[in-house]
């Protein structure tokens, strides 16, 4: 029976056995196989299996789908290098030797630094401000005044 080794960002492995019947479930849930913290995968997300000697991935229902090279999948098969999209986080398939073990790599997540506040109200220097002058239109003749009104 192949085996899995779930390689996590924080350096620890997880060996899985892949049993023919029941793939292993990636999710943000901790009953997952794979358990994965992000907020974007759903609670069950997709699963790797092992059918007719090759890995497949499927698509579990999941809400933001799962993406293998950037392509959305509902299933298919994974090949040494894929990269898997669940989320924000991806995955990297890799088979490990002729025995049919695997292991999937998750890589760490980009997180951008905090942007710093915006100084919108201090002041701006070399700013030089311009006031014109309003050209008013002249006053309309007496003809088309309203009545009551006299000229200013």
Avoid at 40 to 48: D, E, M
Avoid at 104 to 128: C, D, E, F, H, Y
């Amino acid at each position: 029976m192949p085996t899995l080794t779930h390689k996590k960002p924080d350096g620890s492995d997880r060996q899985l056995e892949i049993a023919a019947a029941k793939p292993l479930v990636i999710g943000r849930v901790d009953e997952s196989d794979i358990a994965v913290r992000d907020s974007f995968v759903s609670r069950v997300h997709c699963g790797i299996g092992f059918v007719d000697s090759h890995f497949t991935l499927k698509d579990l229902g999941s809400t933001n789908g799962t993406y293998r090279n950037g392509a959305r999948v509902f299933q298919c098969d994974l090949a040494s290098g894929d990269k898997i999209q669940v989320g924000n986080t991806t995955l990297v398939f890799e088979v490990t030797n002729a025995s049919e073990d695997a292991q999937l790599r998750q890589v760490p997540q980009m997180i951008a630094p905090p942007s710093a506040p915006l100084n919108v109200t201090g002041p701006r220097p070399n700013l030089k401000q311009m006031t014109m002058p309003v050209n008013l239109p002249p006053p309309a003749p007496a003809a088309h005044r309203p009545p009551g009104l006299r000229p200013g």
